[in-house]
């Protein structure tokens, strides 16, 4: 399952995408991410029938999303976002 | 004596019974209970059939709408509540229905209950509720395999037509209709995406002449638009369905269908039900493995 979340405003579209069907829970996103927004959940919310851990973002950040992830998405010159090169899976993708 | 001013951004409650299942002969009885930030609904199902819902507005009390939900329910229904095997609670209220066993998100319930409601050819759901919008894809069971939802921003939303229908004096029920009721071209879009914005907007097309036919016109298709550019993201498939409250709404709905260039799917059923319609045929679905409320 391809887990979009994030917002669209006038401003424009910020979604961070987790493919659960690649994630594993090991959780090394959490330790990644500056800004604290993901979490490792013992099931998964968006499919009670899915056993196992996922990592979401959690609830009170994915309308925060396009400030939270200035910290890692300068203007100009940009290396790798530390949650998408943690992510062994390659679970993680960002929309902007 | 002033006239009492008609609310006229109010829609039709509703519940309903189906007079000829016999619930008692069921193995369970499941209960869905989704507590939105504009309407609440219950749906009881006996075997994963639906035996009664209601929809109501969930006001200000938010406490006891998963409460006044249910007994709306089972108003008349000769059901004693003690027969109720599991009850899932969903929606933004969720955490606020005390006498549920569990609580599910709206994803997972707007999907399968699409899939009840609209049948098994569903791949594609969008969900338009009050403060909120869903794009919601699934397989053949209602299983979802890709989502977004869109809670921050109102423009789109139930919330946003109810606020245009409240500024132009046309009561919700009527917006859809009126919307086509203009002569000529269809008027180009609000430029706002904001429905704030989009209120001044309107306020300075009819200030210029515009009918308020017109200004509906140009208001739905801008919601048309913004709903459009966010199920655009997760990719359109048929079969393609549409619950919640804006699809009651021809206005928007026929508009965004033309940019989709499909047929949206039908049913008979309230698409409102879709969220707890879900939520109870999980709770079915963990009777039946065994993870059920134990007696």
Known sequence: ??????????????????????????????????????????????????????AVIEAEMKKKMKYACNLCKPQGDRPALPCVEACKAGAISHSW | MPEEKEELWRWTESNWKDPDLKW????????????????????????????????????????????????????????AEDKIDYCIGTGYGRVN????????TEIACHARGANFIYGNQIRTVLDVGGQDIKAIRCDDKGRVT???????????TGRGMEVFSDLLGVSINEVGDRSFQFKGEEPEAVSSTCVVYAKSEATGLLRKGWTTEEVLASYCKAMAERIYSLVERVGVVPEFCITGGMAKNRGVIDRLMSKIGLDAAKTKWDTQIAGAAGAALFGYALCRKGKGRKK
Request: aromatic fraction near 8%; glycine fraction near 10%; proline fraction near 5%.
């Open chain 1, 1 to 54: 399952m391809l887990a979009n979340y994030g917002y669209s405003d006038g401003s424009g579209s910020y979604f961070i995408t987790i493919d659960t069907d690649k994630c594993d829970g090991c959780g090394d996103c959490v330790d990644a991410c500056p800004a604290k927004l993901f979490e490792v959940l013992d099931e998964d919310p968006n499919d009670p029938m899915r056993d196992g851990p996922v």
């Open chain 2, 24 to 79: 008692q002969d069921a193995k369970f009885i499941t209960v869905g209970i989704d507590v939105g930030s504009v309407s609440s609904q219950a749906c009881i199902m006996a075997d994963g059939q639906i035996f009664a819902y209601a929809n109501m507005r969930t006001g200000s009390d938010s406490p006891n709408s998963a409460r006044n939900a249910l007994n709306y329910a089972l108003e008349g229904a000769d059901m």
């Open chain 2, 97 to 104: 229905v005390p006498f549920a066993d569990r609580s599910i």
């Open chain 2, 146 to 156: 890709n989502f977004l939802m869109n809670d921050k921003c109102a423009a789109g």
